[in-house]
């Protein structure tokens, strides 16, 4: 199925990732890790690969951290359903560098592609911005998607909130690591922290 107004979302995320610089960036579960790992494995890559609902709070917490570096979550509008209390504890919170980006493909591509809330009724946007994230509208060109990733170093901007559409075809799925003791090990090692 494809969307008017939507994008690629292959294209979408290597715009997001064309410039990261030393970001960090986390993935939510499916197919935004598979995006995520088809642009190249990263050090500073944290795929969840089955933590549904659990990105923003992982990218919350990293975000709090470390905030003199920039902190990208990527993910999909069913893990974002899934977990939006994390949209309110941001809110809340406030980091400067945190980015969250919704890949809105308007199904649960991962449980058989039914429609997910962002085809009727809800606007996750909205959400965000009721959650506290002033910082929170839709990008619908990929100009709109390099102006918004050439801005990911800043990290006074945050916390900031977009949502793409995208289409909802099935790519090829590009596997990272799934072993998460050597995801965090990395990680923390490309920070220059002692490994746990």
Same mark, same amino acid.
């Given at each position: 199925?494809?969307?008017?107004?939507? /994008?690629d979302r292959r294209q979408v995320v290597a715009r997001?990732?064309?410039k990261r610089g030393a970001a960090l960036v986390v993935s939510g579960l499916g197919a935004s890790t598979y995006d995520i790992a088809a642009e190249g494995d990263h050090e500073r890559n944290f795929y969840l690969w089955g933590a549904m609902g659990g990105a923003?709070?992982?990218? =919350?917490? =990293?975000a709090l951290a470390q905030p003199a570096l920039? #902190? /990208?979550?990527?993910t999909g509008d069913g893990e974002m359903l899934?977990? =939006?209390?994390s949209l309110a504890t941001t809110g809340l919170q406030r980091p400067g560098n945190l980015?969250? #980006?919704v890949l809105d493909n308007e199904v649960y591509g991962e449980t058989g592609g039914q429609a997910s809330h962002t085809a009727a009724t809800t606007d996750l946007t909205a959400v965000a911005r009721a959650c506290g994230l002033t910082e929170a509208r839709?990008?619908?060109?990929?100009?709109?998607?390099e102006g918004f990733a050439a801005e990911l170093a800043d990290v006074t901007l945050g916390p900031r909130f977009v949502s793409i559409k995208i289409d909802a075809a099935n790519r090829d799925r590009v596997l990272a690591s799934r072993d998460g003791q050597f995801i965090v090990t990395r990680i923390r090692t490309s920070?220059?922290?002692?490994?746990?």
């Open positions: 199925m494809t969307k008017t107004n939507s /994008l997001l990732l064309a923003v709070m992982i990218g =919350l917490g =990293l920039p #902190v /990208l979550v990527i899934m977990g =939006l209390g980015s969250i #980006v839709a990008l619908t060109t990929l100009a709109e998607i920070l220059g922290l002692a490994p746990i």
